[in-house]
């Protein structure tokens, strides 16, 4: 192809200005690209193409607008959404390690507190029970040994079945309870038998009794557990405790809990950092003007510029007035879970109470104080008594 094609601009003197002019070049240029024969694709060349934002809807617009300008403002609003989001993925970051390393300071000062204590718990078991096994067990006058221990239980068996079939027959009751005792090692175990009547729902005539056995040693309370249905879970259970297992299983998951929690802590506390930089929220796209220029333009005028008529220092109190309605909206929306933040000390979920609340009489009085200085500065009237 690459036919020439004559252009012609028509507009009145002096009026084609940097917007229109941008798009008559871009135009220009995609006339030339057509004529080419290359329409495959169309490149927006731009000065930064580095992330997903340069291809968002705003910043094509702001391209195919043809003013430099309108591509400016999008990619300075790009870029400080960059800086807002890596603000708030500090913030939100920081307070995540800080949760960490006060809940591993916990773990740190307190895990071997109770190490200790189950190595005391463990000794003085095995001074009860120093042959960390069972070796007898006694039920009324009657003894066994070395594990024969069922033909020792036959009685009781029998005495809670018949108690059971009692209570299966005896419509007014829906429960029972024994009471007795036997001896391991010589230890006397209170043993506590539940029986509790229950229905099936497909038939009320099939009463059945759920039984349930608990256990205490006197000598030492702390060994002490529900066994289910059977006496022999008792013995099971006792047989486990008295042998130390537990307390050394529990002793080494702590130490292991405790090493990790030291690791956790090392790592995280190397994360600590302190606040988000501010020359880069001051000194960067439109926070330049935002929180540095304006404020600083504002503050030469007032003190310098703006003299007379001089203030009483009664109006100091107003200048609290922006604070109060901005903070008190972005609060209240903070808690709704509307926003979160802009700042910090505003996201009230990530600290207590009365940490917000210190922030609000903190920045209130602050607030407060500048205004006063600025009243000096300027050469504040003071009021006549």
């Given at each position: 192809?690459d036919?020439?094609?004559?252009?012609l601009?028509l507009?009145?003197?002096?009026t084609?200005?940097v917007?229109?002019y941008?798009?008559?070049?871009?135009?220009?240029a995609f006339?030339?690209?057509?004529?080419?024969?290359?329409?495959?694709?169309?490149?927006?060349?731009?000065p930064d193409?580095?992330s997903?934002?340069?291809?968002n809807?705003?910043q094509?617009?702001?391209?195919l607008?043809g003013?430099?300008?309108?591509?400016?403002l999008?990619?300075?609003?790009?870029?400080?959404?960059?800086?807002?989001n890596?603000?708030?993925?500090h913030?939100?970051h920081q307070?995540?390690?800080?949760?960490?390393?006060?809940?591993?300071?916990?773990?740190?000062?307190?895990?071997p507190?109770?190490i200790?204590?189950?190595?005391?718990?463990?000794n003085?078991?095995?001074?009860?029970?120093?042959?960390?096994t069972?070796?007898s067990?006694?039920?009324?006058?009657?003894?066994?040994e070395?594990?024969?221990?069922?033909?020792?239980?036959?009685?009781?068996?029998?005495?809670?079945?018949?108690?059971?079939?009692?209570?299966?027959?005896?419509?007014?009751?829906?429960?029972?309870?024994?009471?007795?005792?036997?001896?391991?090692n010589g230890?006397t175990?209170d043993i506590?038998?539940?029986?509790?009547?229950t229905?099936?729902?497909?038939?009320e005539?099939?009463?059945?009794?759920?039984?349930?056995?608990?256990?205490?040693c006197?000598?030492?309370?702390e060994?002490?557990?529900?066994?289910?249905?059977?006496?022999?879970?008792v013995?099971?259970q006792?047989a486990?405790?008295?042998?130390g297992k537990?307390?050394?299983?529990?002793?080494?998951?702590r130490?292991?809990?405790?090493?990790?929690?030291?690791?956790?802590?090392?790592?995280?506390?190397?994360?600590?950092?302190?606040a988000f930089?501010?020359h880069i929220?001051l000194?960067?796209?439109?926070?330049?003007y935002?929180?540095l220029?304006?404020?600083?333009?504002?503050i030469?005028?007032?003190?310098?510029?703006?003299?007379?008529p001089?203030?009483?220092r009664?109006t100091v109190?107003?200048?609290?007035?922006?604070t109060v309605?901005?903070?008190?909206?972005?609060?209240w929306?903070?808690?709704?879970?509307v926003?979160?933040?802009?700042?910090?000390?505003m996201?009230?979920?990530?600290?207590s109470?009365?940490?917000s609340?210190?922030?609000?009489?903190a920045?209130?009085?602050m607030?407060?104080?500048?205004a006063?200085?600025?009243w000096?500065?300027?050469?504040?009237?003071?009021e006549?008594?």
């Amino acid at each position: 192809m690459d036919l020439p094609v004559r252009i012609l601009r028509l507009g009145v003197k002096q009026t084609l200005d940097v917007t229109g002019y941008q798009r008559l070049k871009i135009k220009e240029a995609f006339i030339r690209q057509v004529m080419k024969g290359d329409i495959s694709s169309r490149t927006l060349e731009e000065p930064d193409a580095e992330s997903s934002d340069s291809t968002n809807f705003g910043q094509m617009m702001a391209s195919l607008s043809g003013s430099q300008a309108a591509l400016a403002l999008s990619l300075a609003q790009n870029n400080l959404r960059k800086l807002r989001n890596a603000r708030d993925y500090h913030y939100q970051h920081q307070a995540y390690v800080t949760r960490n390393l006060k809940w591993l300071q916990n773990i740190l000062d307190t895990t071997p507190g109770v190490i200790a204590t189950l190595e005391k718990q463990g000794n003085e078991f095995r001074k009860i029970f120093p042959d960390n096994t069972i070796v007898s067990v006694e039920y009324g006058s009657q003894k066994a040994e070395n594990g024969d221990y069922e033909k020792l239980f036959a009685p009781l068996n029998k005495r809670i079945e018949a108690e059971a079939d009692a209570l299966r027959k005896t419509p007014e009751r829906d429960h029972a309870e024994l009471k007795t005792t036997i001896r391991i090692n010589g230890k006397t175990f209170d043993i506590k038998i539940g029986l509790k009547k229950t229905w099936a729902l497909s038939n009320e005539k099939d009463v059945r009794i759920f039984r349930g056995i608990s256990y205490v040693c006197e000598e030492a309370p702390e060994i002490k557990g529900d066994a289910g249905a059977k006496i022999s879970n008792v013995l099971e259970q006792v047989a486990y405790t008295i042998s130390g297992k537990w307390y050394i299983q529990e002793i080494e998951s702590r130490q292991l809990g405790l090493e990790t929690a030291k690791q956790d802590y090392e790592r995280l506390q190397a994360q600590v950092s302190g606040a988000f930089p501010k020359h880069i929220m001051l000194c960067t796209s439109s926070m330049l003007y935002h929180h540095l220029l304006n404020p600083l333009a504002a503050i030469f005028s007032f003190v310098l510029l703006e003299r007379t008529p001089r203030l009483p220092r009664s109006t100091v109190k107003w200048a609290l007035l922006p604070t109060v309605l901005y903070g008190g909206i972005i609060l209240w929306l903070n808690i709704q879970r509307v926003v979160d933040g802009p700042y910090p000390f505003m996201k009230v979920y990530d600290q207590s109470v009365q940490a917000s609340v210190l922030w609000c009489i903190a920045i209130l009085l602050m607030n407060y104080f500048y205004a006063w200085l600025l009243w000096k500065l300027n050469g504040g009237k003071k009021e006549k008594a």
